[in-house]
């Protein structure tokens, strides 16, 4: 079975995902999303998670925030460095959502609009701070401030995932998990049955 699993930090990027790659993914393949109890329970499990997963046609998305981490490359590396602990950084890719998931909605806040069932959010997306959101300090309160508190993390991160534009631009994170998904599709789609 071809499978695409992503092991996650949260359940809100597992209730985002969970909405968002039926509209990606080829029938053909399965994907499982796994979310851990934070970043350090993500880090703590993740090669034995990995190790114990025998199916050779699984491929595995890891995916984490940066949060405050001073450096994208270096946390990274050390979750690369996980992998090829677990024996199969082969078949794993990571991405880091530049600061927080919500940047990905405050990216496209079209879909947050029609999600949320909010009036007025699409106006603001030319605005500075919503042009580039990878580079706002808190996404997560951002969000929050611009629904006003309409915005929950599990329940919005569902809703918004269904109407996330797949080709949206502003935030380099997102568009990078995207382009991860395809990629390992390909791959997958590639592979003898």
Same mark, same amino acid.
Do not use: W
């Given at each position: ?10 359940? @809100? ?49 890891? $995916? ?15 979750? /690369? ?17 530049? $600061?927080? /998931? ?35 300090? @808190? ?17 919005? @991160? ?32 590639? $592979?003898?049955?």
């Amino acid at each position: 079975m071809k499978e695409l699993i992503f092991l996650l930090e949260e359940p @809100s990027a597992k209730a985002m995902l969970e909405s968002l790659l039926p509209r990606i993914l080829n029938e053909d393949i399965q994907f499982r999303c796994i979310p851990f109890e934070g970043k350090q329970d993500l880090e703590k499990q993740l090669v034995r998670k990995i190790r114990a997963y025998h199916n050779d046609k699984a491929r595995f998305i890891v $995916m984490r925030d940066q949060d405050s981490h001073p450096d994208c490359t270096t946390l990274k590396r050390g979750l /690369l460095d996980l992998c090829n602990d677990a024996g199969k950084a082969d078949q794993c890719v990571v991405r880091i959502a530049c $600061m927080e /998931l919500e940047t990905f909605y405050l990216a496209d806040l079209q879909a947050v609009e029609q999600a949320l069932q909010l009036q007025g959010l699409v106006a603001q997306q030319q605005t500075r701070k919503f042009r580039a959101p990878d580079r706002l300090g @808190s996404p997560s309160k951002e969000l929050k401030t611009l629904t006003k508190q309409r915005y929950e993390k599990v329940a919005g @991160s569902r809703a918004i995932g269904k109407h996330l534009n797949l080709d949206n631009e502003r935030s380099p994170s997102s568009r990078n998990l995207i382009a991860a998904i395809r990629r390992m599709e390909s791959e997958l789609i590639g $592979m003898n049955a």
